[in-house]
């Protein structure tokens, strides 16, 4: 049984999950200065994605305590080319401070360089980045404005099995899009049907974990539809973080399983057909992989393996007894393994 958040503080006085589940928006309060564990094993992100079948952009400014991290990767799908480039200053500790709702405050990371901006604007989300020479000589600036348009979000409270760890994660799914994205001379159109994702997490995390996440934004025979589904990750036997959202409604989901085909060495192989399951068969899903967004960081202590694979996805998820069928809708899936 998966078990719907109340609303109130987050954490005791022990630091440790005053309830652990599922809601559809920010019902409990989280105060980083409540947090008991060590500081150093604090982590705070915001991460968009925004995109569309042609091309797409995630941003991420994240402060992990002994690192901060700014981030942009422009992905173009028609020519299967992705560029990253990130910004890392140690010993952060809560410096960037981050908000501690995504409901309002502004995120920013600026220096003398390159400016990323993520701003709450006229009920609107404003997305501002100036990186120079992002790719090659080129720099890369974007304009971007995010509406939500259903009024449900994917909201969990997820303990580890270690005293005063957890994770306090929000997904807000189909944020319209309107805006560009200009890479050296090329202007890129983020506007019609073009949709993105805002994944908010704080927490403190264990040093060694995996997960699997999965997020859809786009639209199918004129209805908005989207899914957060994911796992790996925390105990979860209060609530999964899987959700389907459809016709401006939010629909919660129960487990899910991502079947990543292996190469003949027995290793994933990302960029063949993925299956996506579920124990209660409401979810049945093919995602054909277009491109992946691979890193491979390796710093001794900290280790991050990511494979963040973009593509569309073709299926069903059962709701209220109906089959709800998509195809060719855009989106990702990743695999990431973390010693961080």
């Known amino acids: 049984m998966q078990k719907q958040l109340s609303s109130g503080e987050l954490l005791n006085e022990s630091g440790n999950l005053n309830e652990a589940g599922y809601a559809f928006s920010l019902v409990r309060n989280y105060h980083r200065e409540m947090i008991k564990a060590k500081k150093s094993r604090i982590k705070e992100w915001d991460y968009y994605y925004v995109g569309n079948k042609n091309y797409g952009i995630a941003l991420t400014i994240a402060d992990n305590s002994y690192m901060s991290m700014a981030s942009v990767s422009f992905l173009d799908f028609v020519k299967k080319e992705d560029v990253t480039k990130s910004k890392i200053k140690l010993f952060s500790f809560g410096k960037l401070s981050l908000p501690s709702t995504s409901k309002k405050g502004d995120v920013c990371y600026i220096t003398k ?11 609107k989300r404003h997305i501002k980045v100036n990186y120079p020479k992002f790719k090659g000589k080129d720099d890369l600036r974007a304009d971007l404005y995010l509406d939500e348009t259903n009024e449900s979000s994917m909201v969990i409270a997820t303990p580890f099995k270690k005293d005063k760890h957890f994770y306090y994660n929000q997904k807000i799914n189909l944020l319209k ?81 991502f079947d990543i085909p292996l190469d003949k060495h027995g290793r994933d192989d990302y960029l063949k057909p993925w299956k996506f399951r579920s124990e209660t068969k409401d979810i049945n899903i093919t995602f054909t992989p277009v491109l992946n967004r691979h890193a491979n960081l390796n710093l001794l202590v900290l280790k991050s393996i990511q494979n963040q694979v973009f593509g569309t996805f073709s299926g069903y998820v059962l709701i209220e007894g109906k089959q709800i069928y998509f195809e060719d809708v855009p989106g990702f899936a990743e695999k990431v393994k973390n010693q961080w």
Do not use: P
């Open 113 to 123: 360089k390159i400016q990323i901006k993520f701003l709450h604007e006229n009920g």
């Open 177 to 257: 899009c309107a805006g560009y994205v200009k890479v050296g001379k090329e202007v890129y159109d983020f506007n019609d049907d073009t949709y993105g994702v805002l994944d908010w997490g704080r927490g403190v995390w264990t040093y060694k974990n995996t997960w699997y996440w999965s997020s859809l934004n786009g639209v199918y025979k004129g209805k908005r539809i989207g899914f957060n589904l994911g796992y790996g990750f925390g105990d979860t036997s209060s609530a999964s973080e899987n959700m389907f959202f459809y016709d401006d409604k939010a629909y919660k989901l129960e487990d899910v399983r």
